[in-house]
């Protein structure tokens, strides 16, 4: 069964530091998403992409976040100068267009 | 814009009891409703979806969740819980389908005792 796949599964960083999240969506979906999940909190929606561009984006989504699809397979999230309230579970999903998303493992971010 | 409120954070049940996760959402427009499930140290699980059609849905672990319109809810049940049914449970609302984002509650976590 195809499935979202991310690494690393855990990134510590230093505060300050950029990092890259990366995912693999499932080969024929067409929206990817980036969703966080804070230690205790409620999973919050990041951003949406589609059509090699952003379709939506939260207000969490600073210019401290950006997103891309360098390749046809890879979607990338990367945060510039991470801050200690950056620290939680990062997913990534994706989707076709009739509803119901497919969810990623996470990556756990450390912010040090 | 949309919500989503599970006023239970936490459930416990005996094996083999019968469970009600609750949901409730409020929206302007038309909604899509999901349950996912997050295992101990895993990601989330699409459960089931309700996107139209017959308001009881099913998933093939045996929940099922109903849309019931008038009173804005989407409760999960399962009429016989076991030790493998421990997990986190998250309801979401979408405004549409593909491009639309999920609003997520935050999560019933449901605990199975033998």
């Known amino acids: 069964e195809p499935e979202v796949t991310q690494t690393p599964s855990h990134q510590v960083t230093q505060m300050g530091q950029e990092v890259i999240l990366r995912c693999v969506p499932i080969?024929?979906?067409?929206?990817f998403y980036w969703y966080r999940q804070i230690l205790g909190q409620k999973v919050e929606f990041l951003v949406s992409?589609?059509?090699?561009?952003?379709?939506?984006k939260s207000e969490i989504f600073d210019d401290q976040f950006s997103v891309e699809r360098p390749d046809g397979s890879n979607f990338t999230l990367k945060i510039r100068s991470t801050k200690l309230e950056d620290s939680a579970m990062y997913f990534c999903?994706?989707?076709?267009?009739?509803?119901?998303?497919?969810f990623g493992p996470g990556t756990r971010l450390t912010v040090l | 814009a949309q919500s989503v409120t599970q006023l239970d954070s936490q459930v416990p049940v005996f094996e083999e009891a019968p469970v009600e996760l609750r949901c409730n959402y409020s929206?302007?427009?038309?909604?899509?409703l999901f349950w996912y499930v997050q295992y101990p140290n895993q990601g989330l699980q699409l459960l089931l979806k309700?996107?139209?059609?017959?308001?009881l849905v099913e998933s093939i672990n045996g929940f099922e969740a109903e849309f019931n319109k008038s009173q804005t809810s989407f409760h999960l049940r399962k009429p016989s819980v076991h030790i493998s049914d421990t997990a986190e449970y998250f309801c979401?609302?979408?405004?549409?389908?593909?491009?639309?984002?999920?609003?997520f509650g935050k999560g019933t976590r449901l605990s199975v005792i033998a």
């Open positions: 999903a994706s989707s076709t267009a009739t509803g119901g998303l497919f």
């Open positions: 080969s024929n979906h067409l929206y």
């Open positions: 992409f589609y059509n090699n561009e952003i379709s939506e």
């Open positions: 929206s302007s427009v038309s909604v899509y």
């Open positions: 309700y996107l139209s059609g017959s308001t």
């Open positions: 979401a609302v979408s405004k549409g389908s593909g491009n639309t984002p999920l609003v």
